[in-house]
Every structure is written in structure tokens, then in C-alpha cells.
């Protein structure tokens, strides 16, 4: 598809990046020169330094052709207004980034009104998966398909966990419910797992279950799958009023704390069921005198990456609480990931990887039947799920018998909204939808390519 990208920050560069691995033809536009400079020589995309909410630099990115403009710079009246001016110059579909909690109000009007395809909103999005995370503490990160029937859960297995030693062949008679581990990380690797794998102290695991079968899993093995009844969140920005609205119509109690007396104020107008306390959250008498020993949950979300990443370690030795931390930048993965501190949210991935599912919706209409894509531990493994929509060669053999490339699993299969955990007999079927885990380079865009070798039948639609 020919795709245009007005704003080249954190998550339009994310976006080109992956859009041109994909094989798309890219156009960027920002208007700092030096941006488009790194940009293209990241990636294979064509750069334009302009405004792109000026019809004369989308002319020349080549509205009149284009699939889709994704407008992502930072200012949501410029996203709204390049959208605007795509519709009526080319008539392509069009995202557009909106942050303002002002316009969030009026997100259906919005996108309604300028005939928008899609309105993402980061610090929203980040916040709902926040929320889901606080629902169920004791994962580090969780994905859903088929629309939430079916879901990938995160968690580190520690000496007590009755899991630890055990081989994963055993571990269905021991939890007496359906699951697949699908991916096991254990000393920097990142494994699809056999039968014979043992489980060891440490050990990061990904389960694939339904939303019931997870949660019994759970239970069954000692872990705690309650939510939390109480949060504590660190700092007052966008992100932390959309977390502490949801969690308060869930019935979790929500401390903020914030420095800024102003913040603090427009607070208290917005949020009369959260208590909101003025004071500076990097202090530790602060923190102490506000109850972080007694805290389920914990959300360090101030606007500096180390600030948070400290105060969640601080956390860490002063309470038992679930631990969120926002990360904006990529460049103390490899470090935090050693650190222990919970779950990392970066908003950034969030809103491309969301934006990145509405392309490759956009692509099954012409061949491609790629419906989720979820980027799995720093990008070394992927999740993705495919739509079957008739026979061929993936279908009606058992799996045992279909020859899958190597560094992949078929691991959950939605059929008539009942979920099957895969074993050896079983097979795929036409209006199945199918979860594939990876940790190859993919480059997956059809069912089909799971295979070795692809024969010249009909297409899988």
C-alpha cells in the first residue's frame, strides 16, 4: 500500500520502520530536516521536510495515490487538520493521533464529522492496558485476540512456584485445565519450548488461554488473580487521569500524587472520588506517610523514564504491590529487563502496534489475512493472528502432519466461539481463527506462509 506519515517522533519513526519491513511504500514528512535524514537512512522510506497539514507538500508525498495518511505529529490540531485535507485532496483513509482529554470527550464527533477512519489516542490506550494489568496483578503483560476470547499472559515463575522444575509436558495434568506455554525466556534467549523443556527458577514464561482457563490456571497454581483494591500512582499527566477514571469505575481506590499545585487542583475538579495529594512523589517520607507499604498496586508515571524506573525499584523493597512502570524511550531495555520492577509500559508501542493492526486490517481486503500482530519481549518474538476464511493447504490436516517452519507454534484456535488449545490431531478449518507464535523473522502475511513450503492451490482468504 502506499502509506504517508505526517510527524516523524518516537512513534513515527516506529511506525516507518516496521511499515517498510512489511514492504509498503513509505512516505515521511516532518519539517526538521535532520529527522527525515535519520528516518530515511533508518529505513527504506522517501522523505519530504515540510508541514503536512500544507496541501502542496501532501501533493507532492503523493496524496492523490496514497492508501492511507497517518498523521502522528505532536500537535493533535495539526493531526486533524492533515487528515482533513487527505480526505479532500486524495480521498485515502486516515489516522490521526489525539491526545487532548478535551477531545477525547468528543472522539465520536470528531471522527464522524472529518470522516476519520481511525483517532488513536496514546495515553488512553496505555491506560486501559494498565488497568487490565492492575485487574490481573500477577502477570507482566497481557495480549488478547479474537476479540479478548482469548488471551497471552506474561509471567516470571519463582523456587516456589509449583511450576519450577517441572517438565511442561506434565503441566496440563497438573493444572487440570487448558493451557500452552508458548515461550520461554531463560538467560537473555527467547525459546518456543518442546514437551521436554523443564521449567526453571526465573524462567519468564507465555501462557495462551481463555480469559476462565487462565484465571483457574492461576489458581490452581497458588498465584493471586484478584485485582487490586487500591492504586497508587505517581504523577498527574494525561496518562494518569484516564488510569485513575478507569480504575475508579472498577472500584479501585486511587491516590495520586503530583508536585505541581496547579495539576493538583484541575485534579481534584475532575477526579472528586480520587484523593489526590500535592506533594513530591521522588520523596520517600512522602511516600511512606502516604500509605506505599499498604498499596496493591503501584504506577510510576511521571514525564522522566529514570524517575520512574527508580521510584518502582524503591517500591519494590518497601511493598508487595503490582508494580507499573512508564518507559518512553528505548534505550534502557536491556537493562530494565534485568531490573525486576513489574510491568513496563512504553505508550509509544502501544499506539503503533494499534495502528499497525488497522493496516494490516486494511490488507485483508487484498489478500493478506493477517487480523492481530502483537511485537513480544523487546521485538524478538512475535504473536500473530490469522483469519482462515477457506480451505487450502493449511486446512483439514492435522497439525502433526502439516511440515511448519522452524521457530513456530500454533498455539490457540478460535472455532465457533469455543477455544482450542492445540494438540498433534487436531487441524485447522475454514472461519477459524488461528494464534501463531514465532520468534523467527516472520515476515508473515498469509496463513499459508507458516509452512515450509507453500503449494499452488487456492488462495486462503
Not at 493533535?76 to 477531545?103: F, H, M, S, W
Not at 494518569?240 to 496547579?262: H, P, Q, T, W
Amino acid at each position: 500500500m502506499n502509506i504517508i506519515i505526517a510527524g516523524c517522533g518516537k512513534v513515527g519513526g516506529a511506525l516507518a520502520e516496521q511499515l517498510s519491513r512489511e514492504v509498503h511504500d513509505i512516505t515521511v514528512i516532518d519539517q526538521r530536516s535532520a529527522v527525515i535524514q535519520h528516518v530515511t537512512n533508518a529505513a527504506d522510506v522517501r522523505g519530504i521536510v515540510g508541514n503536512g497539514a500544507s496541501y502542496n507538500i501532501q501533493k507532492d508525498a503523493g496524496i492523490e495515490k496514497a492508501d492511507l495518511l497517518i498523521a502522528v505529529t505532536d500537535a493533535d490540531e495539526v493531526n486533524l487538520l492533515c487528515c482533513l485535507i487527505a480526505k479532500k485532496a486524495g480521498g485515502c483513509q486516515t489516522i490521526a493521533r489525539v491526545r487532548n482529554p478535551v477531545y477525547h470527550q468528543e472522539i465520536s464527533h470528531i471522527k464522524e464529522e472529518l470522516g476519520l477512519s481511525m483517532i488513536i489516542n496514546p495515553e488512553w490506550a496505555a491506560a486501559m492496558e494498565i488497568a487490565r494489568l492492575l485487574r490481573f496483578p500477577s502477570a507482566i503483560e497481557i495480549d488478547t485476540f479474537a476479540g479478548g476470547r482469548i488471551e497471552l499472559l506474561r509471567f516470571r515463575i519463582d523456587a516456589s512456584n509449583p511450576l519450577c522444575r517441572q517438565q511442561i509436558k506434565n503441566i496440563s495434568a497438573l493444572s487440570k485445565c487448558e493451557v500452552l506455554i508458548c515461550i520461554v525466556e531463560r538467560d537473555a534467549q527467547v525459546l518456543i519450548p518442546d514437551g521436554d523443556m523443564e521449567l526453571k527458577e526465573n524462567d519468564t514464561i507465555s501462557i495462551v488461554a481463555s480469559p476462565m482457563n487462565a484465571s483457574r490456571f492461576f489458581r490452581l497454581i497458588g498465584i493471586e488473580t484478584n485485582q487490586v483494591k487500591n492504586t497508587m500512582i505517581i504523577g498527574g499527566g494525561r496518562l494518569s487521569f484516564y488510569l485513575a477514571r478507569k480504575l475508579l469505575d472498577m472500584g479501585i481506590a486511587v491516590k495520586i500524587v503530583e508536585k505541581n499545585r496547579e495539576i493538583c487542583g484541575e485534579l481534584c475538579e475532575l477526579l472528586p472520588k480520587a484523593m489526590i495529594i500535592c506533594g513530591d512523589g521522588t520523596d520517600q517520607e512522602v511516600l511512606a506517610e502516604e500509605g506505599l507499604a499498604e498499596a496493591e498496586g503501584f504506577a510510576a508515571l511521571t514525564n522522566m523514564d529514570e524517575e520512574n524506573v527508580m521510584l518502582s525499584l524503591y517500591a519494590k523493597s518497601m511493598s508487595r504491590a503490582k508494580k507499573i512502570t512508564k518507559v518512553n524511550s528505548n534505550t534502557y531495555d536491556s537493562i530494565i529487563a534485568t531490573l525486576d520492577i513489574g510491568s513496563v509500559i512504553h505508550p509509544k508501542h502501544i499506539t503503533a502496534e494499534s495502528i499497525l493492526q488497522y493496516v494490516r486490517a486494511m490488507q485483508n481486503s487484498i489478500g493478506s489475512n493477517v487480523e492481530t500482530l502483537y511485537r513480544l519481549v523487546e521485538g524478538r518474538a512475535e504473536a500473530l493472528e490469522f483469519i482462515i476464511r477457506e480451505r487450502g493447504e493449511v486446512t483439514d490436516i492435522p497439525l502433526q502432519n502439516l511440515e511448519l517452519k522452524s521457530h513456530m507454534l500454533v498455539c490457540a484456535i478460535h472455532r465457533n466461539g469455543k477455544i482450542i488449545i492445540p494438540k498433534g490431531p487436531d487441524c485447522l478449518k475454514a472461519g477459524d481463527s488461528v494464534v501463531i507464535i514465532t520468534t523467527g523473522c516472520s515476515e508473515l502475511r498469509d496463513i499459508r506462509d507458516i509452512l515450509k513450503k507453500a503449494h499452488n492451490t487456492s488462495a486462503v482468504r
